[in-house]
């Protein structure tokens, strides 16, 4: 299938290449496909920013999609519920067009986690546990700290409308 093309400006960066990774199939919300246009990194002064592609099938063709709105620009897709969009990052998109970060609990200090580490989850999948209003996902939160950074895999419960 034809797609936009994905091409820098002049001065063309070093080893440019794109490419799609993901493509979702939601019922009722249609298809996208999400990937980067991207180069070889440090040959060059000034380097322009990598550029993120998402696109969306129309009916008949592909073709771009603009960014969500706030933290939602230019997040990736993990899962769709009856009101929106799981993304990347601990993000939500409403059909309505708001971007909303999903709370979330810090890693135990028995983890080795100290109470001034900057944490970050970064779930690979979530899904609907059938017939709930759960979701679990699986990822892994980054733990950034002086002297003992790590990363450490996990399995988390999201509760819709719950707080």
């Known amino acids: 299938m034809d797609t936009p093309q994905a091409r820098f400006d002049d001065p063309v960066p070093p080893e440019p290449g ?3 990774l993901h493509v979702f199939a939601f019922v009722g919300d249609g298809v996208r496909a999400y990937g980067s246009n991207s180069f070889n990194h440090g040959e060059v002064d000034n380097e322009p920013a990598d550029e993120f592609i998402q696109l969306r099938w129309d009916g008949s063709k592909w073709a771009e999609q603009p960014p969500a709105p706030g933290g939602c620009d230019w997040r990736t ?3 769709r519920d009856d009101n929106g969009l799981f993304l990347d990052g601990n993000w939500y998109l ?4 708001h971007c909303v970060k999903i709370g979330r609990h810090r890693l135990p200090a028995s983890t080795g986690a100290r109470k001034t580490s900057n944490q970050s989850l970064w ?3 979530i899904h609907r546990v059938p017939g709930t209003d759960a979701w679990v996902g699986a990822g892994q939160v980054e733990v950034n700290q002086s002297g003992a ?4 895999p996990v399995i988390v419960r999201l509760r819709r409308g719950a707080a």
């Open 123 to 125: 779930l690979k999948e």
């Open 94 to 97: 409403t059909d309505g067009g």
């Open 149 to 152: 950074p790590f990363s450490a």
């Open 77 to 79: 897709p993990l899962g």
């Open 18 to 20: 794109a490419s799609l």
